[in-house]
């Protein structure tokens, strides 16, 4: 068989899940289309395989492993369980209805229907796990069983539906097609006898499950899809809760390939919680009166001041020249931020007052207005080999044609 190792029954009968780059580097010398497959599932989220023991019973096994897994990450794994449950003890009848003691099945069906049941019930602090499937699947009394009963079950569904089968009914040995009783003794009941096309399809459609497998042939798949699928039963939805069971196919030997359950588990359950959450409608603040932004308010309040500015400005430079010592000069005003304005305060009323703030004077003639062509004039930075004085200039030692420039 193409990518399996020898000595097979050396190996578990089913193993944990371990990396799909596992059965990639089985192929790395092998089959360019097979590697392409590969690569597609691992980049598509199908990332974890499940190996079985490859001794002709390996399509049940993985079918069991697959069957529990879908109802421990289920939503519901007790509801899930009970529809299971319902379903198997309805293959009883019609085993029965074929022949099989009703004893012989009680044996061989009791350790499937009892870990069924651990998933409806279990008991405080035992509920099932992957860890404990996989003790269960390992033990080999308790592995037969179920993989005698799921043959039982397969073999009871194609006697009791014919006409399905008959298609597909052939003898591996003759190639001649055989009757569905020939079939069903020689080639699905015995154990270690590989599962084909009929077998997956009964047993599907026996336990009312969907199920698809992923071909890992060397077929060339035209389109994104590179997998060649092939499903069995039917198929319910896309919701990841909903979706078949997935086995991974190699020429004669088949695994179970999932996703990381845990993940996909939690996602799902996310999605049903937000599902039943009523979205949340935000809260505006609350509306405040507007407030007027003060840079708004300072050109109208220094409009004033500049008129009072031009009209000072018709006075002759002789007058400024003549006029006597001002008292000293106050202290400069602080300018208020953000309005344009600074702060004074009227001794008789000890409240402030606003004023327009205007750059000190270091002449000794009392400040005046600077002339409303000299308002227009953009201002200048003075010169930087002329610093500013310390203190104020005496009287004489400023000709009036200097005290009429601005002081920036």
């Known amino acids: 068989m193409e990518g399996m190792d020898g000595d097979v029954m050396n190996k578990p009968l089913i193993s944990g899940p371990v990396p799909l780059l596992a059965i990639k580097a089985e192929y790395l010398r092998g089959s360019p289309q097979v590697l392409r497959k590969l690569e597609w599932l691992e980049q598509n989220g199908w990332d974890q395989v499940w190996r079985a023991r490859g001794d002709g019973d390996c399509f049940y096994r993985s079918f069991t492993l697959a069957y529990l897994l879908r109802i421990l990450y289920a939503p519901n794994p007790a509801k899930e369980a009970g529809a299971a449950l319902t379903a198997i003890q309805a293959t009883v009848p019609v085993m029965e209805r074929v022949g099989f003691q009703s004893d012989i099945l009680e044996e061989f069906i009791d350790p ?45 569904h194609i006697r009791t539906h014919p006409d399905d089968f008959a298609p597909f009914l052939f003898s591996p040995v003759t190639l001649e097609p055989t009757t569905p009783d020939a079939f069903c003794r020689e080639e699905v009941e015995p154990c270690g006898k590989e599962a084909d096309h009929a077998q ?25 899809d590179v997998i060649n699928w092939v499903e069995f039963g039917e198929q319910k ?28 588990a939690a996602l799902v359950q996310t999605r049903h919680e937000l599902a039943d959450t009523p979205p949340v409608v935000p809260t505006p603040p609350p509306q405040g009166p507007p407030v007027a932004a003060a840079s708004a308010v300072a050109p109208v309040a220094a409009a004033p001041a500049v008129a009072s500015a031009a009209a000072a400005s018709q006075e002759p430079a002789e007058a400024v020249a003549a006029a006597p010592p001002a008292d000293p000069a106050p202290a400069a005003p602080t300018p208020a931020v953000g ?15 606003e004023a327009p703030a205007t750059p000190p004077s ?32 005496a009287p004489e030692a400023a000709p009036a044609a200097e005290q009429a420039k601005p002081i920036v």
Do not use: W
């Not at 499937?133 to 009963?149: F, G, M, P, R, T």
């Not at 009392?366 to 080999?385: D, N, R, V």
């Open 362 to 393: 270091y002449s000794a003639a009392p400040s005046e207005p600077a002339a409303a062509s000299e308002l227009a004039a953009p201002s200048e930075p003075a010169a930087a080999s002329e610093p500013a004085p310390s203190e104020p200039l």
């Open 237 to 264: 939805g896309a919701e990841e809760e909903l979706r078949p069971l997935t086995l991974l196919y190699r020429p004669g030997h088949f695994d179970v390939v999932t996703k990381d359950h845990i993940m996909q």
């Open 112 to 156: 499937l229907i009892n870990v069924i049941v651990s998933f409806i019930d279990p008991p405080h602090g035992q509920q099932p796990t992957e860890f404990t499937l996989l003790q269960l699947l390992q033990d080999a009394e308790k592995s037969n069983c179920i993989v005698v009963a799921l043959r039982l079950m397969t073999g009871a």
């Open 200 to 224: 997956i399809m009964a047993l599907a459609s026996a336990l009312a499950v969907p199920l698809r497998v992923a071909y890992l042939d060397r077929s060339d798949i035209s389109g994104d």
């Open 339 to 353: 309005t344009g304005k600074a702060h004074t305060v009227d001794p008789a009323t000890t409240e402030p007052s």
